[in-house]
């Protein structure tokens, strides 16, 4: 009954919400609640205004590191200092990661999703000002920082104003804009760089900022939890120290940068202090983060079980680029062409994604496809420089096809069964699983290639040297599979709109 209750007052309050939201864009009063947004029509407006917002980071991801070599030269300062620029975007962003659902709660989503906004255009007007290497490390801390609110946050405001059995179209809807990032991202900042100043790459995003903050202020409701509790202050330094160590230790696993100490004294210490909140959480009635949403089956599934698939994600992106260019002797720009196949296979599937899992399920269909996924990365292995290139852009096309399927499945799967009140905190639980589950595959990628470099007797990269790592990375993904076939056949059912059978 009591659950039966919850449900009521939640419906009763998205009423409530949407008639709120018509009369403020109608100019008029607010007079009787409106239809339920379960009996609406789907609209991809919100989702799409929540989506640009990943553009802008993914924009931002994708051309600074074709603009480096620009900017030391303007600088003044070695390429390799200006690696300093990633790691602190990298850094900051696990930092404020586990503060954004608290802050979306205790402020409003939507007000902390307008900041966020705000403070990330105005980091990246301030990074394409900064005259020194300090005053860029400042304000690249200052996007990092807003980009830890703007992507759970953003997500959070999807999430609570989506019926369920629509949030699989919203996610689909959600991941578009970011799908682009990385596929115009490498030419637009290689041609601002060629034929202007490299400050430009900055200055990509204000305008979408700017009609970002238009239209979140027109079409986009605020709803925020009436008791969000207090700040757990202890809880935030130590998940943000501890993911910090973390994320930092893996993006530089197999990497030559630091002493050889140094990155098992990250990756431990990290580990270590991520352990310390897990006990004191325990104790903590408002923990910032909350452990128990891992004893929700479809969100553990989610979450653990695609940390294995994520970790391909994360390192297929770097492999495939040094097996193009480095082993296969690709321009850079025959290399962005072709894996633009993969992005664009990604946007086919999410039109495709909702009837699928319709007709298979959540369980059939992670299942299934993650072992697709991991012959996919495999397939990549049996590449080398004399393939066609049309059958190269036939294997890349289909693995972004399935892999699309997988994260658009994923993405949906970890809030099926989530109730509103634990929205905030799950939202933020899965951005930050994403994130170190993109270091870990980025560290292992690396260390795999440092392993396979070593066995070669001229210690150059070559496809034989590579490929072992996509046959290893394909492996990894399909135990992810293991996550999903214990799954109850209805898992997900809320998606659908159908009630899920009682766990017991």
């Not at 664009?344 to 299942?367: E, N, Q, W």
């Not at 991991?374 to 059958?391: C, I, K, Q």
């Amino acid at each position: 009954m009591a659950d039966v209750a919850l449900r009521a007052s939640e419906l009763e309050a998205r009423r409530e919400a949407e008639a709120e939201v018509a009369a403020a864009l109608e100019g008029e009063p607010i007079a009787e609640p409106l239809a339920s947004s379960f009996d609406k029509p789907f609209s991809s407006l919100v989702p799409a205004i929540i989506g640009a917002s990943n553009l802008m980071m993914t924009l931002s991801a994708t051309v600074i590191a074709n603009a480096l070599p620009a900017m030391s030269r303007s600088l003044k300062v070695d390429p390799i200092q200006l690696n300093t620029t990633i790691t602190i975007y990298l850094l900051a962003l696990a930092v404020f990661l586990p503060v954004s659902g608290w802050a979306a709660d205790r402020f409003g989503a939507k007000r902390v999703f307008l900041i966020a906004i705000g403070l990330y255009a105005a980091s990246c007007a301030a990074c394409g000002f900064a005259t020194n290497l300090p005053e860029l490390l400042l304000a690249r801390f200052a996007e990092g920082a807003a980009g830890a609110l703007m992507g759970p946050v953003g997500r959070l405001v999807l999430l609570r104003t989506t019926p369920k059995h629509d949030l699989v179209r919203a996610m689909s809807v959600l991941t578009m804009p970011a799908l682009l990032g990385p596929v115009i991202g490498p030419p637009i900042g290689g041609f601002i760089v060629t034929y202007f100043s490299w400050r430009w790459i900055f200055f990509l995003n204000l305008p979408i900022a700017v009609l970002g903050l238009i239209l979140v202020t027109k079409y986009i409701n605020d709803i925020k939890e009436e008791d969000a509790g207090p700040l757990d202050w202890v809880g935030m330094i130590l998940t943000g120290v501890g993911m910090a160590a973390v994320v930092f230790g893996f993006e530089n696993l197999g990497k030559s940068h630091l002493p050889v100490w140094e990155v098992p004294a990250l990756l431990g210490g990290g580990l270590a202090v991520l352990g310390v909140y897990a006990l004191y959480a325990r104790r903590v009635s408002f923990a910032i983060l909350d452990l128990k949403l891992f004893s929700i089956p479809t969100f553990f599934a989610s979450i653990v079980g695609g940390t294995f698939m994520r970790m391909g994600v994360g390192a297929t992106p770097f492999l495939l680029a040094l097996l193009l260019q480095v082993a296969f002797g690709l321009s850079p720009l025959q290399a962005g062409l072709m894996t633009f196949a993969s992005a664009a296979a990604a946007l086919v599937m999410k039109t495709s994604a909702p009837p699928i899992l319709a007709r298979f399920g959540f369980r059939t269909t992670l299942s299934v496809n993650a072992v697709i996924v991991g012959l996919s990365f495999m397939a990549y292995a049996v590449l080398s420089p004399t393939t066609p290139h049309w059958l190269i852009y036939m294997i890349l096309l289909t693995g972004g096809f399935f892999r699309s399927l997988q994260f658009t499945a994923l993405n949906g799967l970890s809030f099926a069964d989530i109730e509103q009140p634990q929205m905030s905190r799950a939202s933020t639980m899965s951005a930050m699983g994403q994130r170190l589950a993109q270091s870990i595959g980025i560290g292992f990628a690396a260390t795999l290639l440092r392993l396979f470099q070593g066995h070669d007797p001229s210690h150059r990269l070559t496809a034989a040297s590579i490929a072992p790592a996509f046959w290893i990375i394909g492996g990894v993904a399909m135990v992810s599979a293991l996550f999903f076939v214990v799954l109850p056949n209805d898992a997900g059912a809320s998606l659908q709109g159908r009630p899920a059978r009682s766990r017991g």
